[in-house]
């Protein structure tokens, strides 16, 4: 560790630069606006300072509120699901077997496509007209599938969807997470009878909490976020009109400038909140095993 | 013996189902781009009769859609050098040099990755087109804007993924180099940056794809001339009626980079997704 902070200052500055003007300009200038009243198409030009205003009116907005709830059911289903078969396939990928590269390979293709071509990949699966997802299911199942008619298949489709693309991110982190855990306590927690599950209890799952908090958290962030997919899939129709697609509809479309600063400001601060709970938990348990 | 078969059948049988699972999805997307509008509403069916190659051949030859890639090219190239020069200083500092609030520092930057992105665009809307003016030239629509903007998500990433790396670069090291007379420049060039790259590579390597996939800024701050492809896919979906094999013979064209980079370059990207995670 070197004392020359002033180095060290120089080294981070462009960084620093960047960031801020990029980064947390942008963010005062959202918190500033999310206190005024701005509306292209109002009568009055300009801001017009209305204190807590938007910020009221975001409670008792139903749209908000359910974009709200929307995106946490997403979220938590999407990411309970991924975590799950990620860790089964993680697991069964430490086993050795010939070909095993090849669909470790394939499985982790979803992951470097862009979300706007994961939509556009979907949207051609499920579209009413050519698309074989709601042919089959209709043919076979007697189902009717139309994301545009029915809310809930539309949400559905939208974290089947999610779970395609991210679940290999999952399994590459619990992959590399299970390789790291040391032998001889799982060895040993055999040798004194304990049967698989205990062993994943007791040995396994507690080796993995870091990777696994850190997988979630990332997770977490960039589900809140999700907006290019789903807008590809669904177009902002009902069941998938998540909170950033609200945030763009009230911005753009809306120009509700006032209005959508302040919606951003607290979905901003509810993932920091989660996120940083989060960050706790992982940097406290690190501090514990080194002391 | 008979418990080895099952086990091996079971293996294989769970791998086949899941790669299905992945590449159904994406075969039907090449489908889809080999039919013309008529072949396309008959009655849905995954195999190919015959190679309808005219949606690739009407994408490729259209000059807008050759300004998109170029754009993309461009963009994303510069990004990742970028990101790499300033991750590799930033991350040198933070872990080298006693910093007032580093731990806050880090966090913050990590910050910089949670905002709701739709929140962002209207005052770097506004900042691209009014703030940073030069005469009549605008950030707005143009290559570097997007270059700059980018930096905000693919830095953070890159520093969390670094700092493992450069941490575990002892020390000693740097300071046996600045013995051997090596400044600051020096020990960046002969210690650090070689027992760096891969995790530098890796970091090159996903802030390209990210900078590739990238749509919603793209979209929302270019109008013409510094366009990518990502915008260009969205561009297709119209009111009027889309063109669905062209958009599908476009979004293959995309897929072209992240299959190369995901062959060529998995080990690594695997290491890389993981440094942050498993740094223990």
């Given amino acids: ?291 | 013996m008979r418990q080895r078969v099952w086990r091996f059948l079971l293996t294989y049988g769970f791998w086949v189902f899941m790669t299905a699972l992945t590449l159904i999805p994406i075969w039907w997307m090449f489908v889809v781009s080999m039919r013309s509008r008529v072949e396309l509403f008959s009655r849905p069916n995954l195999a190919i009769s015959r190679f309808f190659v005219e949606n690739y051949t009407n994408v490729l030859t259209d000059s807008t859609f050759q300004r998109y890639m170029t754009n993309s090219i461009v963009v994303s190239t510069c990004n990742a050098a970028l990101v790499m020069a300033l991750a590799l200083l930033a991350t040198y500092a933070l872990s080298r040099y006693k910093l007032a609030g580093r731990d806050n520092i880090f966090f913050w930057l990590i910050t910089n990755r949670m905002a709701p992105p739709a929140a962002f665009l209207l005052p770097l809307f506004i900042m691209f087109t009014r703030s940073f003016r030069i005469g009549d030239w605008t950030l707005f629509d143009t290559q570097l804007g997007l270059i700059l903007l980018y930096c905000v998500f693919n830095l953070p990433f890159a520093i969390w993924l670094l700092k493992g790396v450069v941490d575990g670069i002892p020390i000693e090291l740097d300071d046996a180099a600045m013995i051997d007379g090596a400044g600051l420049a020096g020990v960046l060039r002969h210690v650090v940056i070689p027992l760096a790259a891969p995790g530098l590579a890796v970091t090159g390597i996903l802030s390209w794809v990210f900078a590739w996939n990238e749509y919603l800024f793209a979209a929302n701050l270019t109008s013409v001339e510094a366009r990518t492809i990502t915008t260009g896919l969205a561009e297709f979906v119209t009111v009027t009626g889309t063109n669905w094999g062209e958009l599908a013979a476009m979004s293959m064209i995309t897929l072209i980079p992240s299959a190369i980079i995901v062959i060529v370059a998995q080990r690594y990207i695997v290491m890389g997704l993981t440094f942050g995670a498993v740094k223990e």
């Fill in chain 1, 1 to 291: 560790m070197r004392n020359n902070s002033r180095i060290g200052w120089l080294l981070l500055s462009p960084t620093l630069l960047i960031l801020i003007v990029f980064g947390f300009l942008p963010f005062l200038y959202v918190l500033f606006v999310g206190f005024n009243e701005w509306n292209i198409f109002a009568a009055e030009e300009g801001l017009r300072f209305s204190g807590l205003d938007n910020y009221r009116r975001l409670v008792f907005d139903d749209d908000f509120t359910t974009s709200v709830q929307l995106t946490l059911k997403f979220a938590t289903f999407a990411i309970a699901s991924e975590v799950v078969l990620g860790f089964l396939l993680a697991q069964m990928l430490t086993r050795k077997f010939p070909g095993k590269s090849l669909f470790r390979i394939i499985h982790t293709f979803p992951l470097m496509v862009a979300p706007i071509a994961v939509g556009a990949i979907w949207r051609l699966l499920v579209i009413p007209g050519f698309g074989p997802v709601p042919f089959f299911l209709d043919r076979w199942f007697d189902i009717k599938y139309q994301i545009g008619s029915f809310p809930e298949q539309a949400l559905l489709t939208s974290i089947i969807m999610d779970v395609w693309h991210w679940t290999p991110f999952v399994t590459l982190t619990m992959l590399a997470g299970l390789s790291a855990i040391p032998r001889e306590p799982v060895e040993q927690a055999k040798v004194d009878g304990a049967n698989r599950l205990q062993v994943f209890w007791y040995v396994t799952l507690p080796f993995l909490r870091p990777v696994l908090l850190t997988t979630v958290f990332i997770r977490i962030m960039d589900a809140i976020r999700t907006v290019d997919e789903v807008w590809m899939l669904a177009g902002g129709g009902p069941g998938t009109r998540f909170t950033g697609i609200y945030i763009w509809r009230v911005v753009f479309p809306r120009t509700d400038y006032g209005y959508g600063s302040s919606i951003s400001l607290i979905t901003l601060y509810l993932t920091v909140v989660l996120c940083w709970l989060l960050f706790i938990a992982i940097s406290g348990r690190r501090k514990g095993e080194v002391e």
